[in-house]
């Protein structure tokens, strides 16, 4: 049975990661930052991406076969910048470099990037050039190019989701802010502009991407996860609106619009979709009506 460590399981992205690779056969075992357990499955390792000594233990123990790494910093406005670049370009060259520095013989390692390298691209593409527009992207940009110089020794594979939604993410994401306020009946939301348009995709979509890569995905190669259709906040409320048979009121307010904002972001996934095992985007409106449905969603 091929064991798949997922860096960063206890995240959004990480569950979901993990139900992909279990319903395949997989052995699973991951890490998080803030505690481990070894009484339940998956087993889940205490690693800290800036505690070298502390990778090169986990990844001795575990021995993956493939390593799946989600661990990061994940919301673009934070005002502690340093961390994307402690963690996202010094945290995953200590993973890589524990990976070679103990001899494992992954056959696969797959790095998630961000989108947000392109800046405001439409149609994007993987050999679009990047431009990146805040910290955040800054960070994954230059982790891209510090994964680079490791491809000569291991088997990597890059990752650039564009936005993608589900049960169980952070309510500070808009998406998730607008259902609750559905959930909850509010009378009442403030948003900025609702009539952008962005890529948004299911994260149990997502998270079949990353077990094709894993399986079909080629070593030194840049995938785009997207599903090529741009939604705009005011589309996604009005669905939620017939979903709960509820109406809001939104009212905008000027505090949460960013500047130069483009109207809309979308991303080109041909690339990964020319895999055999390519799994189909997931319609907005199955997802929305899943977040909705579920009583525990959050």
């Known amino acids: ?28 075992v991951g890490t998080a930052l803030t505690a481990g357990s070894d009484s339940v499955a998956p087993r889940i390792y ?6 070298y000594n502390n990778i090169r233990d986990v990844v001795a123990k575990v021995k993956p076969d493939i390593v799946v790494h989600l661990a990061g910093i994940s919301f673009v406005i934070s005002e502690t910048f340093s961390q994307f670049y402690d963690v996202h370009i010094l945290g995953t060259r200590n993973l890589l470099s ?40 800054v960070s994954k940009l230059a982790m891209e190019y510090m994964a680079r110089t490791w491809m000569d020794r291991l088997p990597i594979v890059i990752t650039r989701p564009f936005n993608y ?22 009378p009442v939301l403030r948003l900025g502009r609702t009539d952008v348009r962005r890529d948004f995709s299911d994260v149990r ?35 939620l609106t017939r979903i709960s048979g509820f109406t809001i009121e939104i009212i905008r307010d000027e505090t949460f619009i960013r500047k130069n904002e483009p109207d809309v972001i979308v991303g080109n996934s041909d690339k990964l979709m020319s895999l055999g095992n390519a799994p189909e985007p997931i319609p907005m409106e199955e997802t929305l009506a899943w977040m909705y449905q579920n009583e525990n969603w959050d």
């Open 1 to 28: 049975m091929k064991t798949c460590l997922i860096v960063g399981i206890d995240s959004f992205t990480g569950k979901y990661v993990r139900n992909a690779f279990e319903r395949q056969g997989y052995n699973l």
């Open 98 to 137: 524990a990976l070679v520095d103990r001899d494992i013989p992954v056959s696969k390692v797959i790095l998630a990037s961000s989108s947000q390298i392109y800046g405001a691209a439409q149609n994007a593409a993987e050999k679009m050039p990047p431009s990146p527009m805040n910290d955040y992207a």
């Open 46 to 51: 205490k690693m800290d991406l800036l505690d």
């Open 205 to 239: 979509f997502v998270a079949q991407c990353y077990f094709a890569l894993a399986e079909q995905g080629w070593a030194g190669s840049i995938y785009n996860i997207a599903s090529g259709k741009p939604h705009s906040l005011d589309s996604i409320i009005e669905e």
């Open 165 to 186: 939604i589900g049960i169980g993410q952070a309510e500070h994401f808009v998406i998730p802010k607008i259902l609750s306020a559905f959930v909850r009946k509010d």
